[in-house]
């Protein structure tokens, strides 16, 4: 038997593999890289060549974000469509994170430029909306920036139907409160007059509104603070926003966002946003 046959200690593998032994051992316990011999009177564990290879995609798992579990039943399902399907699961809540990553530091940056304000980002003001025809798609998402599960469901609906939106479009804010989790949303876009829509879209009739609208510039975690600053001044202009009731609360009731960027194509810091509250 050449050197290189021979078991290697955990030290040796740990440095051959660059992963260290207190992990080596955390995975041998949990059945995910066993060791291929163990002393049964000192306990030594030793592993063999081929199982560099595998270790090596230990390694890979674990530093693409997964679990100890998660890997252990990767493993098994290597080269089935599981296995594939975890991977782009994996990926998608890591662009997820990144995206959100990436607002938090351009709302960082935009706090160091002016000194711990917003107020230069956000701009508010009464203003008229012209009444309006909007299709829409309601449903539930786990939280407020996961709109775009929404968004993924209506842009290919609208293919389907061919209907066609005449302007950038935006979101309607159902619960009467802000939550937590599990908003109801509808996500709308402008149409023709006389537009028809089938299941499971909605055609939305809006009539003239005067709101108190915020102007913000950057990325989407600015919104919260765009409704703090619409409290605000309808508070200093003597203004009494629209009261809620709940989930089923007439459209022209309900506040929404409009966006006048697309964020596929535009960076977080320069997104362009209207945030509208009704007055009563």
Request: proline content about 7%; aromatic content about 6%.
């Amino acid at each position: 038997m050449t050197d290189t046959a021979r078991p290697m200690s955990i030290g040796q593998f740990s440095s051959r593999s660059r992963l260290s032994v207190r992990m080596l051992r955390h995975y041998g316990d949990h059945g995910v890289l066993v060791p291929a011999e163990v002393d049964p009177d000192s306990g030594y564990r030793r592993y063999a060549e081929e199982q560099l290879a595998q270790a090596a995609h230990v390694r890979r798992l674990r530093d693409v974000g997964f679990t100890v579990s998660a890997i252990s039943v990767l493993l098994a399902a290597r080269g089935t469509e599981s296995y594939c399907q975890a991977l782009v699961l994996q990926r998608s809540a890591l662009a997820d994170e990144l995206r959100a990553a990436r607002e938090r530091l351009a709302l960082i940056d935009q706090l160091l430029d002016q000194e711990g304000s917003t107020m230069s980002a956000i701009t508010v003001s009464c203003e008229v909306v012209p009444a309006r025809t909007v299709v829409a798609l309601r449903g539930t998402v786990p939280a407020y920036d996961q709109e775009g599960r929404l968004w993924g469901q209506f842009i290919p609906e609208l293919t389907r139907q061919q209907i066609a939106p005449i302007g950038p479009g935006g979101v309607f804010e159902h619960d009467p409160e802000y939550r937590e989790s599990d908003p109801t949303l509808s996500i709308w876009l402008p149409v023709p007059a006389g537009t028809t829509v089938e299941a499971p879209l909605e055609m939305h009739e809006v009539p003239e509104q005067q709101v108190v609208m915020a102007r913000v510039e950057g990325p989407y975690t600015l919104i919260s603070e765009a409704h703090s600053r619409i409290e605000e001044f309808a508070a200093a202009e003597g203004l009494a926003l629209a009261d809620r009731a709940g989930l089923d609360d007439p459209i022209e009731r309900l506040g929404f966002n409009r966006y006048l960027s697309d964020p596929s194509e535009t960076s977080p810091e320069d997104l362009s946003t209207e945030v509208c509250v009704p007055l009563a």
